[in-house]
């Protein structure tokens, strides 16, 4: 017999809504937040994943916490930037996901918006809060990432441009 949790994140996958809200609608049910025992991912993980705006808004609005990660220390907010899921990265920011949340690398979503040279994400990011100064386990932020891409590179000018727009002054480092 299969349990609750496992049926749950099945019906996730294979999309079958009806079943998915009967399991949640019922009197103190919490399978909305159920984790997958090898993986560590919620159903939010899963909608992320195939980059689904629709579902993704469905979880959440049945109770779904955008802040809980995976085995590796993913949130769905994370994976989003990872795969340049904008709209799914707008959506758990207005949702309440933190979106200065590191992975187990101490990636964060702006580091991983920097990396993908994803301008409109790394604005999105930084005018939800995201900090350019958070370092990962190496040590570097996202705007020393965005320095190491070169002059090549707008990041830095947009990571700049984004936490004026947020109303923040830059800080710079070194001889003028």
């Known amino acids: 017999m299969q349990r609750e949790g496992y049926k749950f994140l099945e019906a996730v996958k294979k999309r079958q809504g009806d079943d998915v809200t009967q399991m949640i609608e019922e009197p103190g049910s919490i399978l909305v937040n159920t ?15 195939r980059r689904d705006a629709v579902w993704l808004n469905f979880l959440l ?13 993913t949130t769905p907010l994370q994976l989003a930037a990872q795969l340049g899921f904008t709209e799914g990265v ?7 996901a933190a979106v200065d949340v590191p992975n187990s690398t101490g990636e964060t979503p702006l580091i991983s918006a ?3 040279r994803d301008s409109g994400l790394v604005r999105l990011l930084i005018s939800k809060g995201a900090s350019a100064d958070r370092a990962d386990n190496s040590g570097r932020t996202a705007r020393d990432y965005a320095v190491l891409m070169g002059a090549r590179s707008d990041m830095l000018a ?3 441009r984004a936490e004026a727009e947020r ?8 001889p003028s």
């Open 61 to 73: 609005s049945k109770g779904a916490n955008p802040n809980i990660a995976d085995k590796n220390g």
């Open 167 to 174: 109303g923040e002054k830059t800080e710079t480092y070194g």
């Open 114 to 116: 920097v990396h993908r």
């Open 90 to 96: 707008e959506i758990l920011a207005e949702r309440g």
């Open 158 to 160: 947009e990571i700049e």
């Open 35 to 49: 984790r997958d025992i090898s993986s560590g991912e919620t159903a939010l993980h899963i909608v992320t994943q």
